[in-house]
Nanobody
Framework: QVQLVESGGGLVQFGGSLRLSCATS????????IGWFRQAPGKEREGVSC???????YYTDSVKGRFTIYRDNARNTVDLEMHSLKPEDTAVYHC???????????????WGQGTQVTVSS
């Protein structure tokens, strides 16, 4: 059974840091792309970052230089490390697996339930 479970969200002040984790099970992380997405109230879901099968990473422009996606092999997670957080980063963050070796804008097969990130000004 495929499962993705996010953790690590919370309330942080402007300029602070958080690390989100996406725990995966039911599939082999070696073969597929994992993406992080976010959705703020009243806004459409936005792709934040993605790590493909070979380890190539992608970021939306607004988080470049502040966020890092990486795989933690010991914990079998794909984490999103976030620094210099801004109020506009406030959203529910979801991870998702795409049963394809490459990242993409759509066609993600399974999603986690999400974790709330709130950045106060």
């Amino acid at each position: 059974q495929v499962q993705l479970v996010e953790s690590g969200g919370g309330l942080v002040q402007f300029g602070g840091s958080l690390r989100l984790s996406c725990a995966t099970s039911g599939f082999n992380l070696d073969y597929y792309a994992i993406g992080w997405f976010r959705q703020a109230p009243g806004k459409e879901r936005e792709g934040v970052s993605c790590r493909d099968r070979s380890g190539i990473t992608y970021y939306t422009d607004s988080v470049k230089g502040r966020f890092t996606i990486y795989r933690d092999n010991a914990r079998n997670t794909v984490d999103l490390e976030m620094h210099s957080l801004k109020p506009e980063d406030t959203a529910v963050y979801h991870c998702a697996v795409r049963f394809h070796p490459d990242c993409g804008h759509q066609d993600y097969n399974y999603w986690g339930q999400g974790t709330q990130v709130t950045v106060s000004s």
